[in-house]
Nanobody, 126 residues
């Protein structure tokens, strides 16, 4: 089992930036693909970005490409989500997720992830 803990959320004005962090417990972080999802009030949880365990291949939701960057530091058991040019529509709870599955093209569905953090709130003001 892996436990995930997100941090870095907060209140930011439109156009600003935030970097979210996800710290994973255990010593096998490197075997998991990592991802970020978000869920706005009244909406479904949606995929934001993912990064593979070995190659570091990254995958982004089409609507997020160019504004977010996912990265990981296996030595620190940490995944990151850099978000730039934030918009009020980006307001959501952001969740870190991990999966040991091998999914061609990257896992983008909630059910493909086995472990989830508690979420960190991101609020973007206009």
């Amino acid at each position: 089992q892996v436990q995930l803990a997100e941090s870095g959320g907060g209140l930011v004005q439109a156009g600003g930036s935030l970097r979210l962090s996800c710290v994973a417990s255990g010593r096998t972080f490197r075997i998991y693909d990592m991802a970020w999802f978000r869920q706005a009030p009244g909406k479904e949880r949606e995929f934001v970005a993912s990064i593979s365990r070995n190659s570091g291949n990254t995958y982004y939701a089409d609507s997020k490409k160019g504004r977010v960057t996912i990265s990981r530091d296996n030595a620190k058991n940490t995944a990151y989500l850099q978000m730039n040019s934030l918009k009020p529509e980006d307001t959501a709870v952001y969740y870190c997720a991990a999966t040991g599955r091998t999914v061609v093209g990257g896992a983008r569905k909630e059910y493909e992830y086995d472990y989830w953090g508690q979420g960190t709130q991101v609020t973007v003001s206009s």
